[in-house]
């Protein structure tokens, strides 16, 4: 195959990628956009074995035995992840291209002239700068994707671990690694090019272990948009146009999400990255008042329900934890069948990564023309009978809206106190994320359900039915 | 004019492509609806593992001819682990986007 003709298909899958993101641009959309990413990707992998034709049994038997395994493995774990586990499972991924992009550039870096970046053993000093780039930025996503990994999978705590001096810990090592860049630059050394991905891991390591839990959405975004970058440096090194495009497809989608979830937090982005912030475990902060709450049965809820004309069910975290969706759509259907009106309302930072809530709603079989964002409900709690709060805390919270000495203040919230009568689901009185009161549990017209958010659906259920 | 266009570094195309791209992705993003944000994930990180044409190259061409051992074993670590992406990140995104329904159904 022709060198042009090969540059053309992988423009062509370049753009079958563009058209598999606008696919997403609406669920009905969204299946063909998926065939597109496929054929994209099937066109790239067979134009570049086309223009590289192995040549004997070896390598055919590494490209084919390699490409089974894994089939083998994804495919496995594709079908078998189950839907509450999506953010560990994204994470994995992202650790996955972050080492594989490390991989090819050591690969391009000790076989230069396969990838024709070298001249008599020496590699064009722009591809040097770009295969440093592509290590390293490979290798920082793949620590700091682990270590998402673990917080998310709950293998590791998912209160943020502060070390002594670590911003000036993580300055000296950024700043080395631009040394170390450098010098491969200058030397085309293989220990500048370990070193360089030496420091990266550890940077990676660094800059996420400090984050807590709950931020871990605006971090899965940020390490989706970086293993985007690291693809696109691996795109130059390789003068590929589909790498290059999908690396900036990939890098501004996942800056985007990033900043949507930000956005969603009222925190900049630095001060996310920063880390240090909440802790799972807050616990409650007991302030010595004592005044008392409302407490309600399972029956009482479902009396309420059953007899308004309205219910706005807000899930949150808690939901995904208890696996209560199941529960949760049931409880819907009875309340559809008594002519109740069902409606969702979806906070941006609920849950553990972007649309995690409507995912695990999909899943239930809750139709997604129920399910409505923030800024396309909010204004319907004032209408609504009874706020139905499952698992969430903070994105309720109106000291958002009403204290400015919050730590939350500003923040977008879903504003569930409008409603006639509010009803928590919890497992007990502590604080959310952000470790602070949320004042409305002890409002007049709040009813608290104590319980796991699954259990206490289903005895909801038990008395609807 | 003629000889300005040629003596242009290849390199500023694919600048160019890049940043072209970076601006389609701004734009093709900020379309994807919120209830999407989570099969967006999974199915830019299945493209974003087209990484893997490094890795075929690394394995198939000129690695075993110019007889760097090392760098085909680290093509084919890459390989795999691409694979992987590619096919669970593309199998798992069909498998969510298979759940979203319309009401009625």
């Known amino acids: 195959m022709s060198a042009n003709l090969a540059a053309v298909l992988y423009l062509v899958s370049g753009a079958l990628f ?73 994470a994995a991924f992202h650790s996955l291209v972050g080492l594989a992009a490390v991989f090819v550039a050591a690969a391009a870096f000790y076989a230069p002239d396969a990838f024709g970046i070298a001249s008599n053993g020496i590699i064009h000093s722009q591809s040097r700068i770009e295969m440093a780039l592509g290590a390293a930025i490979g290798a920082v996503t793949f620590t700091g994707s682990v270590i998402a990994f673990l917080k998310l999978d709950g293998r590791m705590s998912g209160a943020p671990i502060l070390l002594p001096a670590r911003h000036a810990i993580n300055i000296v090592l950024g700043l080395a690694l631009l ?144 696996q209560a969706q199941h529960a949760l759509r049931e409880m819907a259907d009875h309340l559809k069948k008594s002519g109740v009106t069902v409606k969702y309302a979806i906070h941006p930072v609920a849950g553990r990564m972007p649309g995690h809530m409507n995912v695990l709603l999909a899943e239930a079989n809750v139709p997604y023309d129920e399910v409505f964002e923030l800024e396309d409900i909010n204004s319907e709690f004032a209408q609504a009978d009874i706020a139905f709060v499952i698992g969430a805390n903070d994105v309720t919270n109106p000291a958002a809206k009403e204290d400015p000495a919050s730590p939350i203040y500003g923040m977008p919230v879903l504003e569930v ?9 919890k497992r007990g009185m502590s604080s959310g994320y952000a470790g602070i009161d949320n004042g409305l549990f002890w409002r007049d017209n709040t009813l608290m359900l104590f319980g796991d958010a699954k259990k206490m659906t289903e005895e909801i259920n038990k008395s609807l039915g | 004019m003629e000889q300005l266009a040629h003596s242009i570094d290849p390199f500023i195309s694919l600048l160019g492509i890049f940043v072209l791209a970076v601006f389609v992705g701004y734009y093709v993003v900020w379309n994807v609806t919120p209830a999407l944000h989570t099969p967006l994930m999974s199915v830019t990180n299945a493209i974003s593992s087209v990484i893997i044409v490094g890795a075929l190259l690394a394995v198939g061409a000129g690695a075993i001819a110019s007889g760097s051992t090392i760098a085909m074993i680290f093509g084919f670590l890459a390989l795999v682990l691409a694979a992987i992406n590619i096919f669970g990140g593309f199998m798992v995104t069909s498998r969510m986007l298979a759940m979203y329904k319309k009401k009625g159904k």
Do not use: H
């Open chain 1, 18 to 90: 563009i058209m598999a993101l606008r696919g997403l641009s609406s669920p009905a959309t969204s299946r063909q956009g998926n065939l597109f990413g496929m054929t994209g990707m099937a066109i790239a992998v067979l134009t570049t074995l086309a223009l590289a034709r192995p040549v004997g049994l070896l390598p055919w038997a590494l490209i084919i035995g390699g490409l089974a395994i894994g089939a083998v493995i994804g495919g496995i774990t594709a079908k078998r992840i189950p839907m509450t586990a999506m953010p560990q499972l994204v």
């Open chain 1, 179 to 322: 040394f170390f860049i450098y010098g491969f630059f200058d030397s085309q050394s293989p220990i500048d090019f370990w070193l360089i991905v030496a420091i990266s891991l550890a940077l990676g390591l660094l800059l996420i272990v400090p984050i807590g839990g709950a931020d871990m959405p605006v971090v899965v975004s940020m390490l989706n948009s970086y293993s985007g970058w690291a693809a696109a440096g691996i795109g130059f090194t390789l003068a590929n146009t589909a790498l290059i495009i999908t690396g900036a497809l990939v890098g501004s989608s996942g800056a985007i999400l990033s900043y949507i979830m930000c956005k969603g937090m009222n925190r900049s982005f630095l001060s996310v990255i920063m880390g240090g912030f909440g802790g799972e475990s807050a616990g409650p902060a007991a302030k010595g008042e004592t005044k008392p709450v409302k407490q309600g049965s399972a029956d009482d809820a479902a009396f309420m329900m059953k007899n308004a004309e309205t219910v706005i069910i807000v899930p949150g975290y808690g939901m995904a934890v208890a």
């Open chain 1, 417 to 425: 106190w409008k409603a006639k009568t509010v009803m928590f689901i």
